[in-house]
């Protein structure tokens, strides 16, 4: 009996630049369905417990719905075995409700890991590895480092008035929480 062929093997660095790509940057639902495993895990700070794939879309939505610009830029991608490491920059502008802060129209950058296992050429788990305290101290919700006691008490006075007008404006604007 002659030997079959094998498949090609998929480039799975590719699959994960996929999945970033149209799922974060365009907010393509119809990626997940295609490049995740049913029984998929995923992990992030920013999220209680384990997320299934209902899941993950739920938090890529919430934070497409804050900063509607959002975009992950890929600077460097490792595939070992059946594993793809990303590391990523994420940038946007907060026009939207974020974390229960309202939108402040500052842009934010922050450095992210993502790292994906793959179960036959799809996402079967997912680890994230981001800094949403960089972004609110870029949001400004954070006193500087070099506050001191008196300054960051003084910066937090002013951030919940900020945050109090920002919140009224929203509502007038009818953009109220989503």
Known sequence: MPDRPSEPAADLTALAGELVDRLWNHGDDSVAHRLLAPGFT???????GV?????????VHRLRAGLPDLGL?????VEQGQ????????????????WGLPPTGLFTRATEMLWLRFDDGRVAELWRQSSPLRVLGQLG??????????GGSGHLVRTAGRLAALSAKAS???????
């Open 51 to 59: 997320l299934d794939r209902n899941g993950l879309l739920r938090l």
């Open 73 to 77: 830029a890929v600077h460097a991608a």
């Open 83 to 98: 594993q793809v490491f990303l590391r990523t920059s994420v940038t946007g502008t907060h026009r939207g409700w974020l």
């Open 141 to 150: 919700v954070l006193p500087p480092a070099d506050a001191g006691v008196l």
């Open 172 to 178: 007038v604007a009818g953009r109220g929480r989503s």
């Open 42 to 48: 995923g992990h992030s700070p920013d999220q209680p």
